[in-house]
């Protein structure tokens, strides 16, 4: 068994961390904020992972593993391999923010004694092993303490929502090294994570490691773009882009993941890796144009969305009252970092005459980090569906996917705008419901003006 540091106890370095230590490693976890210090070492996770909370209990029962925010600590218990796991975001012109991860390495460079296996998790520019090397050469010669280091990229390829089963049963682990010694000492953690290491475990050299994070997650959102792309012809010819998705995801070489349309993706790191990606490309002179539609497309996915809502209700929409179901970028997570549905919700609050959210889990995150935001937060679906005049699902929650034509009937319109597709639009127009998905044959547009006029005429 290992002594392993992790450094940065955020979604990655905390399911890291966790997954080691119930692995029977020894980790100790370096993470900055002390109150999620304090909370962590009590078994509090400080965000939504499904999972993750009892896995945490049952690391800190056996001993494995330990939370501080003292980095001289941490490495003075001289571990065999030490992880970063810090964030990355972009800056404004799209190149990567690497202030937290130099600050690591700098760190680590002065706090290490021993032999160290330095690994970069966070997701990184190619070049930052190769340069991480030369600053740890050049402050190896001023350092009072011996000390030898190696270098390894290992990108996290795991997701949000079901990250531990992510980590604990990888389709593949990627290693970007040089020596022999990195190479093992990274087989050797992997290995009983995976089922064949001759086929899921790849050594290669750090630049390939690098570039195969940006170009997995650019890979990914990729798919969805052009899916995307393809539900707004879909709307035009009368095609359904479910049936597209199914007829064209049937065939092995294209493989049916991450081709359902809908309002765009969100989540921490799609956007970021792709302008990442693109800065890249800028700094060393190659065309990514590639990755600026994609993200561009994306860009669009709300707006394309929102003009269905502006083309339904015309100068109506300012005394309706809007529903929307679902805040986190996707379900399972808490996170609505560039979630879709905080853009939709900005775009739209002010032009209707009130809105009311619900989410299962994000609401305190969108609370916390748009104070301002003029919507009332609902207790659960139903008050939503109760309160509002027409409904806009924006995450495919499992409680929001259960609902029948019939908890939709309450919604006083009856119009439901739905930027995931989880609806049978048959099942909703044989319900009386305005359906209205993304790509998909939408039942035939009523002007609300008709509503309210039969509504008149009933009276
Ligand atoms: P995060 O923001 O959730 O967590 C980063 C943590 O590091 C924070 O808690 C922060 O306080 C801590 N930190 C920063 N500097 C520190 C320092 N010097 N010492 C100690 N702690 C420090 O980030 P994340 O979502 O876990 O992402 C981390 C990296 O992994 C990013 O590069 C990201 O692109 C990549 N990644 C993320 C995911 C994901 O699903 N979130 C998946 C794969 C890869
Ligand atoms: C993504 C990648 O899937 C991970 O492999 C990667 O490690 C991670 O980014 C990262 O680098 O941070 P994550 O952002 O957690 O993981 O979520 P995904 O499941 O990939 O979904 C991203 C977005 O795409 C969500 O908004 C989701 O709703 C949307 N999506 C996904 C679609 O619109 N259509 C699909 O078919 C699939």
Redesign the pocket.
């Known amino acids: 068994m290992k002594k392993i540091v992790v450094i940065g106890a955020g979604?990655?370095g905390l399911v890291t961390a966790v997954c080691f230590a119930s692995a029977g490693h020894n980790v100790v976890v370096v993470e900055r904020n002390e109150s999620r210090v304090v909370a962590l070492q009590l078994g509090q996770v400080p965000f939504y992972e499904p999972g993750l909370d009892s896995l945490l209990r049952l690391a800190l029962g056996s001993g494995n593993i330990y939370f501080t925010s003292d980095i001289s600590e941490a490495l003075s218990t001289e571990p065999e391999v030490v992880f970063c796991c810090v964030g990355t975001p972009s800056q404004k012109d799209g190149a990567v923010d690497m202030t937290d991860v130099w600050a690591v390495v700098v760190e680590v460079a002065r706090n290490a004694r021993g032999r160290m296996l330095f690994v970069q998790k966070s997701?990184v520019p190619v070049g930052t092993c190769k340069k991480t090397e030369e600053l740890f050469a050049s402050i190896f010669k001023t350092c009072a303490y011996a000390f030898d280091f190696d270098v390894a990229s290992n990108?996290?390829?795991?997701?949000?929502?079901?990250?531990i089963n992510?980590f604990m049963k990888p389709d593949r682990v990627v290693f970007g090294v040089k020596s022999e010694w990195a190479k093992k000492v990274l087989i050797e953690l992997y290995e009983p994570f995976v089922q064949n290491k001759e086929t899921q475990l790849f050594a290669m050299n750090y630049e390939s490691s690098e570039l195969t994070?940006y170009v997995?997650?650019t890979m990914?959102?990729s798919?969805?773009s052009f899916?995307?792309q393809i539900a707004l012809l879909a709307d035009v010819v009368g095609a359904d882009i479910s049936a597209v998705e199914k007829g064209v995801g049937s065939d092995t070489r294209i493989g049916k993941?991450?081709?359902?349309?809908?309002?765009?993706?969100?989540?921490?790191?799609?956007k970021k890796?792709i302008q990442g990606l693109m800065h890249l490309g800028r700094v060393h002179g190659v065309d990514m144009s590639f990755a600026e539609c994609v993200e561009e497309i994306n860009e669009n996915q709300v707006s394309a969305f929102l003009s269905r809502i502006y083309a339904y209700y015309d100068s109506m929409l300012s005394s309706r009252r809007c529903g929307v179901l679902g805040v986190a970028?996707?379900?399972e997570?808490d996170?609505i970092r560039?979630?879709?549905a905080v853009a939709l919700m900005n775009a739209l609050v002010d032009k209707v005459q009130s809105m009311i959210v619900y989410d299962p889990v994000a609401l305190p995150s969108l609370k916390l980090s748009y104070p301002q935001l003029r919507v009332d937060f609902a207790n659960s679906v139903k008050e939503v569906l109760k309160s509002c005049d027409f409904l806009i699902i924006c995450?495919?929650w499992a409680a929001f996917v259960g609902l029948t034509p019939s908890d939709l009937l309450l919604v006083s319109d009856k119009v439901v705008f739905d930027g995931?597709n989880i609806f049978d639009p048959h099942e909703m127009a044989a319900a009386g419901i305005m359906y209205y998905p993304v790509g998909r044959k939408s039942v035939a547009p009523r002007k609300i003006a008709a509503i309210v006029n039969d509504r008149q005429l009933e009276h």
């Open positions: 979604y990655v997701t990108p996290e390829f795991l997701r949000e929502g079901c990250a992510d994070k997995s997650n990914l959102a798919r969805i899916m995307n993941h991450f081709l359902r349309a809908g309002i765009g993706y969100g989540g921490s790191c799609f890796d970028f996707k379900p997570t996170d560039s979630s879709p995450t495919e995931r």
